[in-house]
């Protein structure tokens, strides 16, 4: 918290201060002219006072009522929902808590559809995690890849190109492979209506280069998405995928002689 922040809160903290020892003597002197008799000015006090004491009540309530969030559905229906656990939604998913993921789920229903910082579903931010248990509970609780709702407040219209994009410079691995076999069997996308990235090969490419060498679990990457029908002659305007891959073997510092970079670029055009 800056200065400014400080100096905002040690000013409320004073009048509050100053608010509850107004509220006291108030009190006290209802109470005092009261036994005294003078009956219009302890009602007065009293009434001072209690205006006070409902003014700190209102305030107890705004501070320690649990703050919601709004969670739209793709029917337009709207939910609010304690903000602390959409937050441990996220951190669960994040943490691959299997557990409370379901429990949370089982609460919320509208948790399926609820977006990340960067707009991502909760079955895109998953697949990242390279569990697939914990994507297929989403999915069994109504996730979806590459929904139109699901990536309407993303920076990506594709769930592959989020989980590509997410694990650059990851080192290969058969769970990366894995978890876009599953995501492919289970509604993603392989070719994409864009014209920087026309399918998953130009972000594939790109991820597979990032770690500085091309493996063979890279080359069985890219055998995947061609066998689900990425296309190797499609040009995104500047570039098919072969070409791209050298240019990304280029920006990593890939030598022409690495037999990985050569046996990719011979899939590619093949």
Same mark, same amino acid.
């Not at 890279?218 to 791209?244: C, K, M, Q, V, W």
């Given at each position: 918290m800056g200065f400014m922040g400080l100096a905002i809160v040690g000013i409320l903290l004073v009048v509050l201060a100053i608010a509850a020892l107004i509220m006291i003597i108030c009190f006290v002197l209802a109470v005092v002219l009261g036994i005294k008799g003078h009956k219009t000015a302890a009602i007065i006090l009293t009434s001072i006072a209690s205006v006070i004491l409902v003014g700190f009540i209102v305030l107890g309530i705004i501070i320690f009522m649990p703050k919601k969030i709004k969670v739209e559905t793709p029917d337009g229906n709207i939910f609010p929902i304690i903000? *602390?656990?959409?937050?441990?939604? =996220?951190?669960? &998913?994040h943490n691959t808590d299997i557990v409370t993921v379901e429990k949370l789920l089982d609460k919320y229903p509208e948790l399926v559809y609820y977006k990340g910082i960067n707009g991502q579903s909760p079955a895109d931010e998953a697949s990242v995690t390279l569990d697939i248990n914990l994507v297929q509970t989403i999915l069994d609780h109504g996730g979806r890849f590459d929904g139109e709702f699901e990536h309407s407040d993303s920076i990506y219209d594709y769930s592959l190109e989020y989980f590509f994009s997410e694990l650059i410079g990851t080192p290969s691995s058969d769970a990366i492979n894995d978890m876009a076999e599953f995501m492919l069997n289970n509604g993603a996308a392989v070719e994409f209506d864009d014209n920087t990235h026309p399918n998953a090969l130009f972000r594939a490419v790109w991820c597979i280069c990032a770690d500085?060498? &091309? +493996?063979?679990?890279?080359?069985?990457?890219?055998?995947?998405?061609?066998?689900?029908? $990425? =296309? &190797?002659?499609? =040009?995104? @305007?500047?570039? *098919?995928? @072969?070409?791209?891959? +050298?240019? $990304?073997?280029? +920006?990593?510092?890939?030598?022409?002689?690495? =037999?990985?970079l050569t046996k990719a670029k011979k899939l590619l055009t093949q």
């Open positions: 903000e *602390t656990d959409a937050y441990a939604f =996220s951190e669960a &998913i500085g060498s &091309i +493996q063979d679990t890279d080359i069985d990457l890219l055998r995947l998405l061609i066998d689900h029908g $990425a =296309s &190797i002659t499609e =040009s995104n @305007s500047y570039y *098919t995928p @072969s070409e791209f891959l +050298q240019m $990304a073997a280029g +920006q990593y510092n890939i030598s022409d002689k690495d =037999s990985g």
